[in-house]
């Protein structure tokens, strides 16, 4: 599925649960930033709208809010697994956070199939409610966030 949907663009490509679109809003309930070790990829130009937005110097966010595993730049986690970012319960950089965060629940890996997603469904509680997406919105978030 993977190589048909960077190919095609298609939304025959998901699974028959989102073939007829489906409503997501987010609650803020942070359970995706939260928790078991994850890894929140930024790029360049995330990195510098995230230091601009906090008053920071690009390289002391770098060196402070950052990891590099494997040449690629993430954000720290707390040691319970939190990220770096949730503090009192709320995404302290939420305008301008990182694509990867923007296109939740709707990754390939929560999409590939059925099945990921029933598992999405019973993880993140704004599915469901408010905003409605198109299959072809999702494939369009879908591929934001391979492209990221
Ligand atoms: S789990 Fe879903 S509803 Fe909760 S913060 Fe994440 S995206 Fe929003």
Known sequence: MYEELKKTRAHSQLPSCLADGVRFSCTDCGLCCSGAPGKVRVSEEEIREISEYRNQSETDFRSSETRVVKGEVLLKEKENGDCVFFVNNRCQIHEVKPRQCRTYPFWFQNVRNDRAWQKTCKECPGIGQGKWYSP???????????NS
């Open 136 to 146: 072809e919105e999702i494939v369009e978030v879908v591929m934001d966030e391979l």
